[in-house]
């Protein structure tokens, strides 16, 4: 078992617990209800049960962090009401438009 990544985001934990799980990867997640705790050695840690697997995992975990940087620096212009929306939004914040992306 291999500790591959450590946050007290357990939304962000959870996601990349469920891409890795999707792709074949078996996970473990260690500590899972330590986000509650304030004790800054206690963190929630994925973890990676097969060795084989690790590199792969970490790979995949790089490359949906690096999307998600991506995507939160851009703004989208919504074609109904013309307001700006953070790159990670699906819809208008004000009009609920669904946001066309291209790319």
Partial sequence: MTEVFSSRDSATIGLLQSLLEAEGIRTYLRSEHAATVTYPAVVPALCILDEADVERGVEL???????????????????????KSPGGFEKCWSCETFLIVAG
Avoid: M, V, Y
């Fill in 61 to 83: 975990i790089r490359e949906n962090l690096r999307q998600g940087e991506a995507g939160s620096e851009e703004e989208h212009t919504c074609p109904q009401c013309g307001e």
